[in-house]
């Protein structure tokens, strides 16, 4: 029999998709009434031990609760080429978006441990005149001093609800352009800046995306001039 350790979860999209590994659900076709009923027997245990239940472990009993209801109830008539739409879909955009960005915050996290990527301390990386080279272009600094620099801000933030999920996300490539348009006119833009315009998780694990994306098609540097100076990112230009 499994045991959940309620202290474990971040929240209720973690709980559902431990729900769905512990039981090989598949994520595309969720057994509503099965997910809903551990999930509600998860949220008596929470009160029955004195956890105190935060309001979106709530909103999701109260989501769950709809979407069995919606499916109990007789499909809308419809045009004959028309199919009524499925209203797991709605929570299972929600989980996948989660599980995405949960593998992304991992990656910062094994980042930080994996010490074979790292660029020695005040070497320079110059950058290449052929595109031949897969280099990845960093001048004094680390993929470790990016990925700690990311992670530490992420562990500022409150986990990531379902919520922030809900809303539409900025993409990679849209993130990217905003990164380019933050630099400003001496064609650098400091971390400290930066971490300041994000406003959550999902934004956070975005633009370090976007900062990996960007170096690796030679488009900006990240320097840091001193040590435990502040790091810098820079517009790559022919000069450089």
Known sequence: MYKVRLDQFEGPLDLLLFFIRRDELDIYDIPISKITEDYMKSLQTMKEVNIGLAGEF???????????????????????DEKPEDPRLPLVRQLLDYQRFKKAAHSLSSLERVRSSYFSRG??????????????????????DIATYFKSALDNQPIISPYELHREMVSINDQKAKLLAYIDGDGSLRFSSLIKKLNDKVEIIITFLAIL????????????????????????????
């Open 58 to 80: 709530i909103h999701m009993a109260a989501t769950l609760m709809r979407i069995k209801s919606k499916m109990l109830l007789p499909s809308p008539s419809l045009e004959e």
């Open 213 to 240: 994306n960007l170096i690796q098609e030679h488009k900006i540097i990240v320097v840091q001039n001193e040590l435990f100076g502040e790091l810098e990112i820079q517009i790559i230009s022919e000069k450089n």
């Open 123 to 144: 070497q320079t990386q110059d950058v290449p005149n052929t595109e031949e080279s897969g280099a990845v272009f960093i001048r004094n600094v680390s993929l470790f």
